[in-house]
């Protein structure tokens, strides 16, 4: 459906620059058909791709990106800073069982962790407001850039970029330099090395395909790619190998839930074992996941911390992250007053939302004002003391996009935008963007699972 809200209620301005050319010229045809046959893209995206990318300035680039930096390094700092560089103590604050607070704590002595990871963002007409960071080597959108070559291929939207000289990072490069960064004792300097992107066992029969394509998609960067899970492996000598094949890398695709099962913990066994031993490189490492935690960014927000940064950082985390909290009897209020936390939870219903710590792809969020006072009231008082934060409400602006008819249509965004270390991939660390789009202004979680639409970005101008 075609909206006419005014374009100052729009946030883009390349977007809307976009839209007039695409009005005044009356171009025609499909924008996203090259998209949608290409091969690296999942075949239920195809048919779900947006009819143009998004834009970002690259003022707005460069100034998500430096918080994100900042972000990151405050998240990583946090064993240090609150926990006097206690893992376990981290892993347990932020909900992790005894079995995951073990693994973590040993994949914490393995090797080194470079920065990566995509934070999931609402824009909300003013600046980007992070809703949870990724940080892990478990990303989806590793096709991203098809996607932005792909929609090249049409000739108004490669005009339109090539004006106003925007452009678009490799995002799989991007995670290849990061692996080859993390990985160096293990990455052979004289052949191609053999990188395995790996599941549980579990998971694989849903993610095998996707896995795949990834395995595939790393022979354009002289890699040997294997899909597999953790149980097709075994260890000759020692030395983890699939199918005959020996490992130097393995791209862990697992995620902190699933070592709460004591089935994966016993696969994951050898493989932690290799990777003390310097057999094995492990992307991301296992304490990654302390870091790319909801819990985490409640402690960043708790205004009982806040002595434990200076000035610059407290205004970077007031400037991207919402007000968000552990579900405890007691907390803080926005304004930093002590408050019965689950009475003032109540009373906001329509303002908050309810997510678990541990769970990834919104899974068991709660949008207070998608559900009765009830169901509400319920899952609050389940959650009390357990691993769940309240996070306030961010509402998207509208962004705009053609319609397939001429006009432009308003859609809600979440901006999924990697991160890197900028001394690995070149520039500030910014590793290009996955957005979902959806039509609904309400929506509580904008995702492919939801229903969302799947895109690119471009920036610069």
Known sequence: MTTTVPSTLRRSRLGRAYGEQLARSGSTGDPAAAARESTTLAPEHRDRLLLGPAFLSEAERGSVTRDLRTVYDLLRSLPERVFDGDVAATAEAVGMDPLQTALITRGARAGSLVPLGRADLYHDGSGFRLLEFNVTSALGGFETADINRAMLAYPPLRDFVERHRLRYPDTLGCIVRTMSAECAATVPTDRPPV???????????????RL??????????GIEGIACHLGEFTYPRGRPTVAGRAVDVVLRYFLVEDLADPAVAADLEPL????????????????AELYGNKGAL??????????????????CVDRILPWTRYVRPRGTDPGGAEVDLLSYARARQDELV???????????????????????????????????????????????????????RDLYLNWGIYLADRDVVGEDGYAGCLVRGSTDPTVGVVSVGGGAQLGCAFHGG
Not at 278 to 287: M, N, Q
Request: net charge negative.
């Open 354 to 408: 309810l997510k678990p710590t541990l769970l990834h792809g919104g899974n068991g969020v709660v949008a207070g004002w998608q559900v009765d006072t009830a169901e509400w009231e319920a899952r609050l008082d389940a959650a009390v003391d357990g691993p769940f934060v309240l996070q306030r409400r961010v509402r998207p602006a509208a962004e705009p996009f053609p319609d397939g008819a001429g006009g432009l």
């Open 195 to 209: 990188v395995a992107v790996v599941d549980t066992a579990e998971n694989f029969p849903i993610v095998g395909p």
């Open 298 to 315: 409640a402690m960043l927000s708790d205004d009982r911390r806040r002595g434990l940064f200076d000035a610059d950082e407290l205004a």
């Open 272 to 287: 932690l074992v290799a990777v003390e031993r310097e057999k094995l490189g492990l992307v991301s490492r296992l304490d």
């Open 212 to 221: 795949r394509m990834l395995a595939e998609m790393l022979g354009r960067y």
